[in-house]
T-cell receptor, first 114, second 114 residues
Framework: DGGITQSPKYLFRKEGQNVTLSCEQNLNHDAMYWYRQDPGQGLRLIYYSQIVNDFQKGDIAEGYSVSREKKESFPLTVTSAQKNPTAFYLC?????????????FGPGTRLTVL | SQQGEEDPQALSIQEGENATMNCSYKTSINNLQWYRQNSGRGLVHLILIRSNEREKHSGRLRVTLDTSKKSSSLLITASRAADTASYFCAPLEDSGGSNYKLTFGKGTLLTVNP
C-alpha cells in the first residue's frame, strides 16, 4: 500500500526534553511538509522540503528542526526551545513540481508534554 | 502567507439536507483546494479548482470559485451522517515562483444529524 506513515501515534514528553517525530512516505513524492494543529484550530506550517537535502521554514519554525537526508523521510524534532509543544502534528507529501498536485497526509502524532 | 478563512465555523444539519461552506482569501491564487478531516485523523483531499475555472463537480461535491470576490464555496448535496467532519479550504498563492506551500484556515465543522 502506498501512503504516509507517522510514528508514534501518541507521544509523551517531559519538559526540557527533545523529541523526534517520524514521517515516512513511499509515494515517491519530492515535497514533504510538517504542520501543527491545536484544538479547534487550523493547520500551521512548521517546515517544508521540496527536494532532498533542502528545506525551508514555514510560519512557526521556532523551536523545531528537520532534516531531509532521504527522499522518503522527513523527521521533525521538537526541541526544548519550543514553549508550548503539546499539539497534533501532521506530515504531508505531494508530487513536485507543479502547483496542481494534491497533498497526502499521514494519520498524525499527538504530542503531550507532561 | 496566503490563508483561507472558512465560514461558518460550525454547521449542523439533518441527513439529506445540503451543506454549503464558504472560503475567502486575500491575494491572487493559482488554485484552491478543499480538504476534509475526520476527528483526530489526517486530512484528505476532496477537490481542486484552478483559477481559470468557475465550477467543478465530484460526486456529491460542487465547488465554485469567484476570483473577483476572492471567494469559493463547497456544496455537499444529500448529506449523510458519514459527512460529519471538518472541512478546510487551502488557496495556493500565485507567487510566480515554484515555492508551493498550502496554508489552511480554521475550517468549518460540519455535523450531520441522522
Amino acid at each position: 500500500d502506498g501512503g504516509i506513515t507517522q510514528s508514534p501515534k501518541y507521544l509523551f514528553r517531559k519538559e526540557g526534553q527533545n523529541v523526534t517525530l517520524s514521517c515516512e512516505q513511499n509515494l515517491n513524492h519530492d515535497a514533504m511538509y510538517w504542520y501543527r494543529q491545536d484544538p479547534g484550530q487550523g493547520l500551521r506550517l512548521i517546515y517544508y522540503s521540496q527536494i532532498v537535502n533542502d528545506f525551508q521554514k514555514g510560519d512557526i519554525a521556532e523551536g523545531y528542526s528537520v532534516s531531509r537526508e532521504k527522499k522518503e523521510s522527513f523527521p521533525l524534532t521538537v526541541t526544548s526551545a519550543q514553549k508550548n509543544p503539546t499539539a497534533f502534528y501532521l506530515c504531508a507529501s505531494r508530487d513536485f513540481p507543479g502547483p496542481y498536485n494534491e497533498q497526502f497526509f499521514g494519520p498524525g502524532t499527538r504530542l503531550t508534554v507532561l | 502567507s496566503q490563508q483561507g478563512e472558512e465560514d461558518p465555523q460550525a454547521l449542523s444539519i439533518q441527513e439529506g439536507e445540503n451543506a454549503t461552506m464558504n472560503c475567502s482569501y486575500k491575494t491572487s491564487i493559482n488554485n484552491l483546494q478543499w480538504y476534509r478531516q475526520n476527528s483526530g485523523r489526517g486530512l484528505v483531499h476532496l477537490i481542486l479548482i484552478r483559477s481559470n475555472e468557475r465550477e467543478k463537480h465530484s460526486g456529491r461535491l460542487r465547488v465554485t470559485l469567484d476570483t473577483s470576490k476572492k471567494s469559493s464555496s463547497l456544496l455537499i448535496t444529500a448529506s449523510r451522517a458519514a459527512d460529519t467532519a471538518s472541512y478546510f479550504c487551502a488557496p495556493l498563492e500565485d507567487s510566480g515562483g515554484s515555492n508551493y506551500k498550502l496554508t489552511f484556515g480554521k475550517g468549518t465543522l460540519l455535523t450531520v444529524n441522522p
